[in-house]
């Protein structure tokens, strides 16, 4: 990780639209110190890439195609604990906000911040600080204050498309219905439900119901 007063923080930048992606590195690229070592699409080049760049900053968005970026960012920190991730994304409900942390993002800005609010989250994750941006600081504080707790995410070990499937499996759909209502194909559908028997550890299909309408899952 980069320490304070290196001459370089390495930047890897993850998201789905190319726009943002190169809109981003050139902001990055253009602060002084900061090297944008490549950016990435989904989770599968997001993790290819930190591999092979070994960044010091991950930034992140959540919605990475039919990919998690909580997942993607649980993996980054569990195979790389030397990188940060800063989590920066449209979404500003507290279930992301909780979520993004839990799965060890240092960081979580709203893409409408300011280039300076940018550089300036940027520098605290690769110093090893945690940092939120203004409104979602402002979120945080007002549930606190408040008293309030953010809602249980249910099954966060599951990808955002796995819990759907999920969801529709504890509705009692089958995997062709599942496939139609999703628009995905019934091979991906097959492999998302093996998926997610083995991440809950549910022995069959029978018993995956069981334990997501425990979860709250499957309720019409």
């Known amino acids: 990780m980069t320490e304070p ?12 639209h190319p726009v943002f992606r190169l809109g981003m590195s050139a902001l990055l690229g253009s602060l002084a110190g900061v090297t944008v070592v490549g ?21 992140m968005d959540l919605h990475l195609g039919e990919d998690s970026g909580i997942e993607a960012t649980r993996d980054v920190v569990r195979r790389h604990p030397d990188v940060a991730v800063l989590v920066i994304t449209m979404q500003e409900d507290d279930e992301s906000v909780v979520a993004s942390i839990r799965a060890g993002a240092r960081g979580y800005l709203l893409k409408g ?17 945690m940092i939120l941006g203004p409104k979602v600081a402002a979120r945080a504080m007002a549930a606190v204050t408040s008293g309030r707790t953010a ?33 995905l194909s019934p091979k991906t559908v097959r492999n998302h439900v093996a998926n997610v ?9 029978s018993a995956a119901i069981v334990v997501a309408r425990e979860g709250g899952l499957g309720a019409d």
């Open 5 to 16: 007063g290196s001459a370089e923080i390495r930047v890897l930048v993850v998201d789905d």
């Open 39 to 59: 950016d990435a699409e989904d989770a599968e080049a997001a993790h290819a890439a930190v591999d092979a760049h070994r960044p010091d900053v991950v930034l």
């Open 113 to 129: 911040a300011s280039p300076d609010e940018v550089e300036r989250a940027l520098r605290a994750v690769a110093n090893g600080e």
């Open 151 to 183: 809602a249980r995410v249910p099954f966060p070990e599951l990808t955002d498309r796995e819990r759907e499937v999920l969801d529709l499996v504890a509705r009692g759909y089958d995997n062709t219905t599942i496939s139609r209502r999703l628009v």
């Open 197 to 205: 028997l083995n991440k809950i550890g549910a022995p069959d299909r």
